[in-house]
């Protein structure tokens, strides 16, 4: 059974930081993709980051871009999204998944399984 588990959600002020984690049982994380993905009230899933396990190639979205590094631990199960300069609009749920398609990219509906999600509140 594939499991994603998030963690690190908390409520910042803007221009903080935080760790978002994610780790996964029932599959290896030497290779396939895995993405951060997150929603805010009212809106639909945006793909912010995302790593290949196997060559370490990673995207990013613009709005995150040279903000936010997603990054993994192999021998801790886990991935990681360092999420640096927070800002109101950063707020949302965040959830991890991962798929094994052929392709690098932030699009929803090729991942396969989705963690419950962890959520992020950016606030003064």
């Known amino acids: 059974q594939f499991q994603l588990e998030e963690s690190g959600g908390a409520s910042v002020q803007p221009g903080g930081s935080l760790r978002l984690s994610c780790v996964v049982s029932?599959?290896?994380?030497?290779?396939?993709?895995i993405a951060w993905f997150r929603q805010a009230p009212g809106k639909g899933h945006e793909g912010i980051a995302c790593?290949?396990?196997?060559?370490?190639?990673?995207m990013y979205a613009d709005s995150v871009k040279n903000r936010f590094i997603i990054s993994k631990d192999s021998a801790k199960n886990s991935v990681y999204l360092q999420m640096n300069d927070l800002k109101a609009e950063d707020t949302a749920v965040y959830s991890c998944?991962?798929?094994?398609?052929?392709?690098?990219?932030?699009?929803?509906?090729?991942?396969?399984?989705w963690g419950q999600g962890t959520q992020v509140t950016v606030s003064s």
């Open positions: 790593l290949s396990l196997s060559d370490g190639l990673t």
């Open positions: 998944a991962v798929t094994w398609g052929d392709s690098i990219a932030l699009v929803p509906g090729l991942y396969n399984y």
């Open positions: 029932g599959f290896s994380l030497d290779y396939g993709t």
